[in-house]
């Protein structure tokens, strides 16, 4: 790297890393329909902690322009996405998670994994536009989402996720619903 290429925050090892994470991400729900339903759980469960260890490594940047603040993914790759995760899921797709008032809300494994893959897809589109700005609103938007959106969503969807893979392992006492059976 160049003296000018150290001193931008747009290309530090923290933003490379998520962008690599990012991308293994996407590469591999783009092809979920693919892969058992077993894999996709096991890889979901090594992905999620590192997307959000990458995600809370991000550097605060302010969003510059909205003229370079583009959505890439659209309502149909979306879906794409999302109900070839639902089909493989099945009956494992819902779980409940509690609100800020303990009060349970259901949730989608499939939704949180395609709202995920959105953001990720997003995320590298706009940076690869390969222009100072849109890198800088890239991790703008990506640190933002983090926050609010898809950080919590790995989080919830991770705790979903662990359940299945070690229903073995927890106490019955947890686990009663036979609907988390794979």
């Not at 609010?148 to 989080?155: C, D, F, L, M, Y």
Request: include cysteine; charge should be negative; aromatic fraction near 12%.
């Amino acid at each position: 790297m160049n003296k000018n290429q150290t001193d931008d925050p747009t290309v530090s090892t923290p933003v490379i890393e998520m962008l690599t994470v990012a991308n293994e991400y996407c590469l591999f729900f783009e092809k979920a329909a693919s892969y058992k339903l077993e894999d996709i759980l096991n890889y979901f469960h090594k992905m999620a902690p590192l997307l959000y260890l990458k995600g809370a490594m991000l550097p605060e940047l302010p969003l510059n322009s909205d003229a370079h603040n583009e959505r890439y993914i659209t309502e149909e790759d979306w879906e794409t996405v999302f109900k070839d995760l639902r089909d493989k899921f099945g009956n494992l797709d819902t779980y409940y998670i509690h609100d800020h008032n303990f009060d349970s809300t259901e949730a989608s494994l499939s939704d949180n994994m395609a709202d995920i893959y959105q953001d990720m897809k997003d995320f590298i589109m706009l940076y690869q536009k390969n222009i100072q700005i849109a890198r800088q609103n890239a991790i703008a938007n990506i640190t933002s989402l983090y926050k609010w959106r898809w950080g919590p969503a790995a989080i919830q969807a991770l705790s979903a996720v662990h359940q299945i893979l070690f229903k073995e392992d927890i106490s019955p006492d947890i686990l009663k619903d036979e609907s988390w059976e794979l």
